[in-house]
């Protein structure tokens, strides 16, 4: 992505994405890449737009990291990352090699699925919450590598065991930071990353930050059953778009 190639309304748009992205990012925790990606896919390829994203992720969640450190739940978060670790390149040779719309399609509808059933009430049983999260991690380093929306389904896994939203949110954020910062270095290792992929996402950082900025004061305010309710939405909306982008290109 060169931003000196594109038009000013691209230009705009695209910073207004990333605004708005931000303020999802800094109430949620999670999205910012799913929502960037699905917005400017619709005119840049998405094997140039996921890499910026990663970076911004990795800024965004160092920004955000000191004022959550204390409410991540490290064990889950180890189980998480150990998954990751291991198909987080598998997701990224699918970015190189197979068509998009293919791989988006897969991931909306599963994240799709899942997430009307827990909106219907279902949770998943306590019992096995090591192996869940162990499995979430390998799922959602696919789905990073592939769309750079993994942090969707390890959103369904937290809500689907009715954990505290600020554990919810802290441990994505902190989840988010070291998925991203591996996926990036898998990126370059696959020729997707470069000099230009980091000046657009330090460009672009401004507006990300304004958005978290905003983002964050509004969940200092929210109740358990608004954020749940909230991030139940998003994932609907994520999943919506990113079939129909599928589907109808």
Do not use: C
């Amino acid at each position: 992505m060169d931003l000196s190639q594109l038009s000013t309304g691209l230009m705009a748009y695209t910073v207004i994405v990333v605004f708005l992205a931000g303020i999802v990012r800094g109430y949620s925790g999670f999205g910012f890449s799913a929502l960037v990606t699905l917005s400017l896919a619709l005119f840049l390829p998405p094997a140039v737009v996921v890499p910026v994203m990663m970076l911004m992720e990795v800024v965004a969640s160092i920004h955000m990291l000191p004022r959550v450190w204390r409410d991540v739940d490290r064990s889950t978060l180890t189980l998480l990352m150990a998954g990751s670790l291991i198909s987080v390149p598998m997701g990224a040779y699918l970015l190189a090699n197979l068509p998009d719309a293919q791989l988006r399609l897969v991931i909306s509808a599963m994240v799709l699925s899942t997430t009307i059933l827990l909106w219907r009430g279902y949770r998943f049983p306590m019992k096995g919450r090591k192996r869940l999260s162990f499995g979430t991690g390998l799922a959602s380093g696919v789905m990073t590598g592939a769309a750079g929306s993994g942090g969707l389904i390890v959103a369904v896994m937290f809500l689907s065991i009715s954990a505290e939203m600020a554990v919810v949110r802290a441990t994505l954020v902190a989840y988010v930071m070291f998925q991203s910062s591996y996926m990036a270095g898998v990126a370059g290792a696959y020729g997707l990353m470069n000099l230009q992929t980091l000046a657009v996402a330090a460009v672009l950082t401004l507006p990300m930050f304004a958005g978290v900025a905003v983002g964050h004061r509004t969940f200092v305010a929210s109740a358990q059953v608004t954020y749940r309710r909230f991030v139940l939405m998003t994932l609907m909306v994520l999943s919506v778009a990113g079939i129909a982008r599928a589907l109808f290109g």
